[in-house]
């Protein structure tokens, strides 16, 4: 059973700083992992899709890396803004369960103060 | 361009009843999947949908049913509610099965209350 961890749970940093989020999951035959961002009592927003084959992929401030193998991903948010204060939640998807069938991580809740 | 919009917003029920969320996909997908987010917690897949039939299904009880129209279109069913359904219920569409990229698109989420 595929399993994700998000850490830290929680994160508060001032703003303009750089940060990273990780993500680590069990199984590494994934087909994708796709990063979204959760403002509180609201949808996701996707962020970044990594396909399997892929090992970063850049939006903006945002960069995320694949390590496949390792069974880990991290998104970098550079020159951190109050706005993106949210919940960060990574999910990947397995090859052959349904391409589009994610395990989501709790998520790390991410608080950027002025 | 219009994204995947789900009704209604937030709703209360009592134990016992039954409660249908609805989702509307965004333009131009056919897949729609239905996940269930308790707070607190990452989602969790219940099940999905493609061409009209329950492709996938997450470890639900059948107490969680859905449907599919010929728009694509989708509905969730919840039969018997417990306190433990109250969640934010979340409808994600994309196109087609396995051939694509599999990016996944999420509605605004549909917040259900159980007393």
């Known amino acids: 059973k595929q399993e994700v961890t998000q850490i830290p749970a929680a994160l508060s940093v001032p703003e303009g700083e750089n940060l990273v989020l990780n993500c680590s999951f069990t199984?590494?035959?994934?087909?994708?992992l796709q990063w979204f961002r959760q403002d509180p009592g609201k949808g996701l927003t996707s962020l970044l899709l990594?396909?399997?084959?892929?090992r970063e992929q850049t939006s903006g401030r945002l960069n995320a890396s694949l390590d496949k193998s390792s069974g880990r991903s991290t998104l970098y948010i550079a020159a951190s803004q109050p706005g993106d204060s949210a919940t960060y939640l990574c999910?990947?998807?397995?090859?052959?369960?349904?391409?589009?069938?994610?395990?989501f991580g709790k998520g790390t809740k991410l608080s950027v103060i002025p | 361009d219009a994204g995947v919009t789900q009704s209604p917003t937030h709703l209360i029920k009592t134990r016992g009843q039954q409660v249908t969320l609805r989702c509307s996909p965004k333009?131009?997908?056919?897949?729609v999947s239905w996940y269930q987010q308790a707070l607190g917690q990452g989602p969790q897949f219940i099940f999905q949908y493609y061409e009209e039939e329950e492709r996938q299904r997450g470890n639900f009880p059948d107490r969680f049913s859905g449907h599919q129209f010929p728009n694509y279109s989708s509905e969730l069913n919840v039969n018997a509610l417990l306190l433990g359904d109250s969640a934010l219920y979340l409808c994600a569409s994309s196109f087609g099965l396995a051939s694509n990229t599999g990016e996944l698109f999420f509605g605004e989420g549909s917040r259900l209350t159980v007393l």
């Open positions: 990594i396909q399997s084959s892929q």
């Open positions: 199984d590494s035959a994934i087909y994708n």
């Open positions: 333009s131009g997908h056919d897949t």
């Open positions: 999910a990947v998807s397995l090859r052959g369960a349904g391409s589009y069938q994610l395990t």
